[in-house]
């Protein structure tokens, strides 16, 4: 079965999408079978994987798109799934084992306008669906947006773990506090669900710390970080093992890069002499496959 993750801070800007499509690369790269969910309308984890044009191609049926699953008469998700994603210039496979359910903007009509026909909580019903696909994966990773709207509830509700991307200052933290605050009440919201399907009690893995710029010094928001998800784990809000992970992903302009290329800095890095900011990604990568307890992977 496939351990699920969602991405999540509910401050924007802080690197989810970054970390989560560099993650779910390097799984991929290491030779695992990875599955990513686009549940952010800024389908910007999509357009990385897929570069704009293909993106656009695609946008001629919605039926591709993860808004479809939760239509009446729309698509299963098995039917959504994009195999092999990332593509070279000429289309060929450029990583294997990294699907993507895409998003497109039309998802932020799922908060607001598409009726609901299932009988059962959209989360619910994506939890079922996710089910028919699960075992053909080892990692599924959730992007969520900085809200806790439906898109998002559905990739907690399906999530073994979440993994907090932050940036080194008050907002983050302010974000994450948020977010702490957000899942305790919809754990309680969710529980009927989530007896009756045997959903996952989604548990915070870590915090990392991203865009760390050089030379800059940041222990004072990494003192609060700190301090802040002590407090949670002495409350019991937040398990006792979770942690800022001890790698830090360092600010480079080879992020924006990649995006504009439409590649993940593990497959660059194979073209350039020096990437350090890749090394960043898998190291982080090794740290939450340690902290899940599963086989730590070289990346080579
Ligand atoms: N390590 C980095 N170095 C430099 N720029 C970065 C780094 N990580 C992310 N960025 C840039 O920061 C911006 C925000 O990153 P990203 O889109 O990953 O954040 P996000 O949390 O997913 O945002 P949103 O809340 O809008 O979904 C992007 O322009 C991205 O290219
Ligand atoms: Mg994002």
Same mark, same amino acid.
């Given at each position: 079965m496939a351990n699920k993750i969602s991405f999540l801070n509910l401050k924007g800007g802080v690197g989810k999408t970054s970390l989560l499509v560099n993650v779910a690369s390097c799984l991929a790269y290491m030779g695992k079978r990875v599955l990513v969910v686009d549940f952010d309308a800024q389908s910007n984890s999509s357009i990385w994987l897929m570069r704009l044009d293909r993106w656009n191609a695609l !946008?001629?049926?919605?039926? !591709?798109? #993860?808004?479809? #699953?939760?239509?009446?008469g729309g698509s299963e998700l098995r039917n959504c799934i994009q195999k092999d994603i990332v593509r070279d210039a000429e289309g060929e496979i450029a990583l294997k084992g990294l699907d993507l359910v895409p998003a497109n903007f039309r998802l932020m009509d799922l908060e607001h306008e598409v009726p609901n026909p299932w009988e059962k909580p959209f989360y619910a019903h994506f939890f079922e669906e996710l089910k028919e696909v699960e075992n053909d994966y080892d990692y599924i990773f959730f992007d969520c947006p900085p809200s806790f709207f439906r898109a998002p509830q559905c990739a907690i509700f399906c999530s073994d773990h979440l993994i907090v991307p932050a940036n080194p200052d008050a907002l983050s933290i302010i974000g994450f506090h948020l977010l702490i605050d957000k899942l305790e009440g919809f754990r309680k919201q969710t529980e009927r669900w989530r007896t009756e399907l045997s959903a996952p009690d989604p548990q915070i893995l870590g915090i990392s710390i991203g865009a760390v710029k050089a030379g800059s010094n940041i222990d004072v928001p990494l003192e609060r970080f700190k301090a802040q998800l002590e407090r949670f784990i002495a409350q019991g809000k937040v398990p006792k093992k979770a942690c800022i992970f001890p790698e830090q992903i360092r600010h480079s302009v080879t992020v924006g890069r990649a995006v504009m290329q439409g590649m993940p800095l593990v497959l660059m890095s194979k073209r350039e002499a020096s990437m350090p900011v890749a090394e960043d990604y898998i190291k982080t990568t090794q740290r939450i496959l340690s902290l899940i307890g599963s086989e730590v992977i070289s990346a080579v």
């Open positions: !946008n001629s049926d919605p039926e !591709n798109f #993860v808004l479809s #699953v939760f239509k009446e």
